[in-house]
């Protein structure tokens, strides 16, 4: 991007057999959740303050007096889900027990409870009659807990008592932490699973925590004698619409990705997930999503000759984007792109706004008084400041207001497609920050932003193939791809892209540094980040199939060069395309490389990027070799991040195997280098 253009977050730093590993799965979807053959609800039984409630795999009880959960599965194990509340909740009134369960209060705090089994899980609403805060769940104070998943990017699985992790923020752990439950995670849930059991990767025995009240819920997280807890709290206010808070438990059997095994069940019984093969029949255009790289485009990347290199390289499909500076791809080039079979669109964002006499780029300057007019206010009347501490944040209900009059967002989009662009990305309108708006006139609750933005949203998916930035589960019917969320960036991320000698700058305008500049992370930050030990497809577990997932723009293939061989592994496993930046320079230096590369992927995911990741595993003990199923076989992946072979399988390399082939496909990636 040239210096014109807008720092996004993105630039500022704000985001075992195969039959036995496909037999795992499908008992795990069908059976561990209790989805099928559940009653939708079913009552318990109370004694004192014992409230017990059948729940998919055993049986729940709750402590009506402290909210202290524990659970006796089918094959009678005890599990503790959480501890007390913490702080106390005072004494509890009456108990009254409902079809579904029980109900009872707190007067002390102005909470009103209910806790029932639903779709056999575990469902308990909290809400209050005033402002307040809880602290609760209390998790991983069972003893046997072993592992926490967390879905930071793409997804962690983390052991309780590993060194790394119980140390601080600073040191690139979690210890002391608290994560924006609405804005920090990329699915609004978190798991543990317990050892001392027999079986699969977690002990035969788990736990899901979904807190479909993301927004104002937090996960705190501590050290507690070298283990990792953690404790949620939400924030009951009445003025941001939070007075209701709900967790949902569900025992699992400790599979890693079972928490969002968890939520795709959840979101597809609410009619809450999307479907990329629904999306390609009412666009067809987003097929060419299917098999395709991402890269965004600079100097002679983005002519029509540009184009035509790349297919002459070999590469089938692939998503081009570029920047909103004042030379975007022109309608020749975009021609070329679409006869190439490629999809090409612009960067965009509707949630900046600045002075048109000033502003410093296209995407920031507005017609009329829409800055500052639409600027989001803070409770004191002042702007909410906007990217790079630049212009303000705009408000996208003052937007949808006016549309219906004044068309702001139909013409912006109607320009910035006039050169037959097929895709849009719409920077920070799926991500999980959003703003409670004070302004007279276009007042909002976070909720209420993100309701607006939907709808923009979906106004524009139907007639382009719309993305957007690290996107969360809430969009995930709106859109088709997603730049963002296959990172689980740690906060270090940040601090390193601010310093520009390491990081680069925004020069040269046809290829900025920040962009094209090889950068070594730190060793703490490559280990948060990148060591694949620690990592687990939860996102693509809950949402593959409902759109394409990849890593952030600033982080192209290119960019992190020590961590190529391990994160072109995580895509082939995880079906998942590698998203590059490209240039003329750089096409003639790695485009047989990238070519190579997608070349193997594109078979891979047109036949696998619309079916469900039913499958995770391990098959070595200290983690090194992976396997993923997506379908029912109609993929099979095991990649080696080792550097020992393993039943044949070299290290560095990935097998994958389709239902139709007779042999693996193998590659190598570091072979590739060039």
């Not at 809450?272 to 485009?297: C, D, E, T």
């Not at 998916?461 to 969320?485: C, F, P, R, T």
Request: charged share 20%; glycine share 12%.
């Amino acid at each position: 991007m040239t210096s014109e253009v807008p720092q996004s977050p993105k630039a500022t730093g704000r985001s075992r057999t195969a039959t036995r590993v496909l037999a795992a799965s499908l008992a795990l979807t069908a059976t561990t959740f209790g989805v099928a053959g559940c009653d939708s609800a079913a009552a318990g039984t109370l004694e004192g303050s014992r409230l017990e409630l059948p729940v998919a795999g055993g049986t729940a009880v709750v402590d009506t007096a402290s909210l202290a959960v524990n659970a006796r599965t089918e094959n009678g194990r005890a599990l503790v889900l959480s501890g007390p509340a913490g702080g106390g909740l005072g004494k509890p009134g009456p108990v009254t027990q409902t079809p579904h369960g029980a109900s009872w209060s707190y007067p002390d705090k102005g909470l009103k409870v209910t806790a029932g089994s639903e779709r056999g899980r575990l469902r308990i609403t909290l809400r209050a009659d005033r402002d307040g805060s809880v602290s609760w769940p209390v998790t991983g104070t069972d003893r046997a807990a072993a592992a926490l998943q967390l879905p930071r990017g793409e997804g962690l699985d983390v052991p309780v008592g590993d060194a790394f992790w119980n140390s601080g923020a600073e040191k690139g752990g979690l210890a002391g932490s608290t994560l924006d439950i609405g804005e920090g995670l990329a699915l609004p849930l978190w798991g543990y699973s317990m050892g001392g059991g027999k079986g699969g990767s977690g002990g035969g025995a788990g736990v899901s925590y979904l807190t479909p009240t993301d927004i104002g819920t937090s996960l705190r997280f501590a050290s507690t004698g070298g283990r990792l807890r953690t404790t949620a709290a939400h924030a009951f206010d009445a003025g941001a619409d939070t007075r209701d808070y709900e967790v949902s438990f569900t025992l699992t059997d400790g599979n890693p990705v079972a928490p969002a095994t968890d939520y795709r069940s959840y979101l597809a019984q609410r009619g809450q997930l999307g479907s990329l093969r629904r999306k390609i029949r009412q666009n067809p255009a987003n097929g060419k999503l299917l098999g395709a790289f991402h890269a965004y485009v600079w100097g002679d990347a983005r002519t029509a000759s540009g184009v035509d290199k790349l297919k002459r390289l070999g590469v089938d499909r692939m998503w081009l984007g570029y920047d909103a500076g004042p030379d975007p791809m022109n309608a020749a080039a975009v021609r070329a792109a679409k006869k190439a079979g490629y999809l090409v669109g612009p960067y965009d964002t509707f949630a900046n706004g600045q002075d048109p006499k000033t502003a410093d780029s296209p995407t920031s300057a507005w017609p009329d008084r829409v800055y500052p007019d639409f600027c989001i206010r803070k409770a004191d009347g002042t702007p909410e400041t906007g990217f790079g501490n630049r212009g303000c944040y705009l408000s996208s209900r003052a937007f949808e207001k006016a549309e219906p009059r004044k068309h702001y967002l139909a013409d912006r989009t109607r320009t910035m497609v006039a050169n037959g662009a097929d895709s849009y990305f719409l920077d920070v309108d799926a991500t999980g920050e959003v703003f409670r708006d004070h302004g007279k006139g276009h007042e909002m609750t976070k909720a209420g932003d993100r309701e607006m933005r939907l709808a923009r949203m979906q106004r524009l998916s139907k007639n382009l193939v719309l993305g957007s930035e690290s996107a969360q589960a809430w969009a995930n019917q709106v859109l088709a791809y997603n730049h963002g969320s296959g990172t689980p960036v740690a906060d270090g991320l940040w601090r390193l892209e601010r310093d520009r000698k390491t990081w680069g700058d925004w020069a040269p305008g046809n290829a900025p540094k920040v962009f094209f500049k090889p950068v070594k992370l730190p060793a703490e930050l490559a280990t948060a980040m990148y060591d694949p030990k620690y990592r687990v497809p939860l996102y693509e577990t809950a949402l593959h199939g409902s759109l394409v997932n990849a890593e952030r723009w600033e982080l192209s293939y290119e960019k992190l060069p020590a961590h190529k061989t391990t994160r072109a592994l995580l895509a082939m496993l995880y079906n998942t395309p590698l998203n590059y930046v490209l240039d003329g320079p750089a096409l003639e230096k790695k485009g047989p490389e990238m070519a190579a590369l997608q070349k193997y992927f594109s078979p891979l995911h047109r036949a696998a990027g619309t079916e469900q990741l039913t499958s995770f595993r391990w098959l070595t003990g200290d983690r090194s070799v992976q396997r993923t199923v997506f379908g029912d076989g109609a993929l099979t992946v095991t990649a080696n991040f080792g550097s020992r072979a393993h039943e044949g399988l070299a290290g560095g390399c990935v097998d994958a195997k389709l239902r139709t082939d007779k042999q693996p496909r193998r590659l190598c990636p570091a072979q590739l280098n060039g």
